[in-house]
């Protein structure tokens, strides 16, 4: 979305152990909005399909690969979950703090018949076998990835739960250029995967970057993503977000 000064409702606000959670809703486009301390997780249109450009990325990503059974690590408001359940896509989540999944219930549609973890990610990758067609990796406490989800240990306990062509998809807060976050998670990754694509935007200022990991014959597949799901506000600016969005070298 394109960085305007929004007049908003406040309608909830709860503490929580990992920090306050605002709900708000847009006064002139009913859009809700997401934070959690002094940061934004998740923007919907109201009615489950996300305004955040690097969610419609996630999705495009999916689609492309075909990933029909989807764990995500890292909730927020859940916009991705309802876009992929809405296609008949089967989602897990699994967030360390348990009232995000209450507040995706409430305001962003959540689906209570998806299942739900209120544990530690790389806790819930080690205790199972399931496999995934894909994960997606949006987990943030403030504006960092937790450390321990970042290390070849994570990663690898990722890959043992993907099918034999799944796809890992991380999503990177990224301030500018000479950030390196994402170049180093990209680093990380690469030491348990044996291809790995960058999907950025370079020149933005506090950006998404978007990470995909995986067989080669499938991340060399994937194109840009472009605009599948149309919110029913904002689609213009997200589809010109998207269309600035390209694969970057590391």
């Known amino acids: 979305m394109s960085k305007k000064l929004l007049r908003v409702n406040i309608l909830e606000k709860v503490e929580s152990d990992y920090g306050e959670i605002t709900v708000a809703r847009v006064t002139k486009t009913g859009a809700l909005i997401y934070r959690q301390g002094d940061c934004h997780q998740s923007e919907s249109d109201g009615r489950g399909v996300s305004l955040s450009t690097y969610i419609h990325a996630l999705y495009g990503f999916m689609a492309q690969a075909g990933a029909r059974n989807v764990l995500m690590i890292g909730v927020g408001g859940g916009t991705l979950a309802d876009m992929l359940s809405s296609q008949g896509a089967r989602v897990t989540l699994v967030d360390i703090n348990p009232m995000s999944f209450e507040i995706a219930r409430l305001y962003f549609g959540l689906p209570d018949s998806l299942p739900r973890h209120a544990e530690d990610g790389l806790a819930f990758l080690k205790r ?108 213009e600016d997200v589809r010109e977000e998207l269309k600035k969005m390209r694969f970057v070298t590391p």
Do not use: C
């Not at 989800?149 to 990722?158: I, K, N, S």
């Not at 990380?188 to 291809?195: G, I, K, L, R």
């Open 128 to 235: 199972g076998a399931a496999k995934f067609d894909a994960i997606v990796l949006d987990a943030y406490h403030a504006s960092e990835i937790p450390e321990h989800l970042t290390t070849p240990d994570f990663f690898a306990e990722a890959k043992r739960r993907l099918t034999k062509n799944g796809l890992l998809l991380a999503n990177v807060f990224v301030r500018n250029d000479a950030d390196d976050a994402a170049r180093k998670l990209a680093r990380t990754m690469a030491e348990v995967y044996p291809s790995v694509r960058t999907l950025d935007t370079p020149d933005e200022i506090d950006r998404n970057t978007i990470l995909a990991a995986g067989e080669p014959a499938l991340t060399a597949k994937l194109q840009p993503p472009w605009l599948m799901l149309k919110p029913r506000t904002g689609v």
